[in-house]
């Protein structure tokens, strides 16, 4: 049991583990058998019209279904996965589970779209882009149903390849998000030149939003920004009524958050549509002298 015990210990990841450890070789030989035992999960969290309600889609998140330790959180492999390269086989297993899902939306009847995260070692791969091709193509969805988030520190990390990746995915017609937006190290004149469809503002000006008018009016500036930009403007981090009708006054787009909707299991995500009802008028009127 105590060596059982060892063993579990290791899984969690902290940033002071060196990849070359041996408990860290122990993590990577886990996810391999993840990924052969089919111990990944998709799970997917909706996506919303601020102003009529309407869903539009979801992201795509990713679990472990540890067989001892149960739901594992992405941000205790994620890191680890970024660091050893394994991320791309996860980058992979999630571009085909997802892009099996929206084929599966599209025999439902429904127009939605799903987005996927990206990493920095998938903006350096050079195979990328023919490979969500191929995925495409087998499954007959069209790219403009396929979203990519890739946050601001990705891009920046080697920004000329990640320019170069990301010219050749939006030349193929998927749609480009940036996620977390406002918490990276940005640079105006970089997003400026990015070929991206989408901006998504980082939950944590979210969240604070109603509490803080600093945090409003950086909501508020964002929202302007990404516009002048002919960019669609994402909230994440909805939690409440309040902040909804908060933001579709400000004028964003789409909302994403607990408020709306928790990641489930991609296979109750069509149920999850269909009883989905909006909030009613009367609970997005909010009284505020901001906006
Ligand atoms: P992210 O891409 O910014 O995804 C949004 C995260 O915020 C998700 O956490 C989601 O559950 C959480 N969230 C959504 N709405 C709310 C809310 O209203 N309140 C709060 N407190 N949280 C909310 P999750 O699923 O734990 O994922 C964390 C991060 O792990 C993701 O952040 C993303 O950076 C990474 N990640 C998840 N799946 C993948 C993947 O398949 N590939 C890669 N490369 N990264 C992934
Ligand atoms: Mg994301
Ligand atoms: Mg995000
Ligand atoms: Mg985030």
Not at 2 to 22: C, E, F, N
Request: with cysteine; hydrophobic share 40%.
């Amino acid at each position: 049991y105590a060596a059982k015990r060892r063993q579990l210990g290791v899984l969690v990841y902290d940033t002071s583990m060196d990849t070359r450890s041996s408990a860290s070789l122990s993590l990577l030989s886990e996810l391999r058998v993840a990924i052969e035992q089919e111990e990944l999960r998709l799970y997917v969290q909706p996506k919303v019209d601020l102003k009529t309600g309407q869903v539009l889609g979801g992201e795509a998140l990713v679990r472990w279904l540890h067989p001892q330790r149960g739901l594992v959180p992405p941000m205790q492999f994620i890191p680890f996965a970024e660091q050893t390269g394994f991320i791309r086989q996860i980058t992979v297993w999630m571009l085909e589970t997802g892009v099996q899902a929206l084929q599966r939306w599209q025999e439902a009847g429904l127009s939605m779209k799903l987005s996927i995260n990206l990493s920095t070692r998938d903006l350096l791969d050079p195979t990328l882009t023919d490979r969500v091709r191929g995925l495409l193509d087998r499954h007959r969805v069209s790219a403009a149903w396929l979203c990519l988030e890739i946050t601001e520190s990705a891009i920046m990390d080697d920004p000329a390849r990640a320019l170069q990746t990301l010219q050749k995915l939006h030349e193929l017609g998927v749609r480009l998000s940036i996620d977390d937006f406002g918490t990276g190290y940005s640079s105006l004149a970089y997003l400026k030149r990015l070929p991206v469809d989408e901006l998504k503002i980082d939950r944590s000006f979210v969240t604070n939003m109603e509490r803080d008018l600093d945090d409003a009016r950086i909501v508020q500036s964002t929202i302007g920004l990404a516009h002048n930009l002919g960019l669609t403007v994402v909230a994440e981090g909805v939690e409440t009524d309040k902040a909804w009708a908060l933001l579709a006054r400000l004028g964003c787009d789409e909302g994403q958050g607990y408020g709306i909707g928790r990641p489930m299991p991609s296979a109750e995500f069509l149920g999850w549509v269909r009883r989905w009802e909006a909030p009613s008028n009367e609970a997005l009127h909010v009284d505020t002298d901001f906006a």
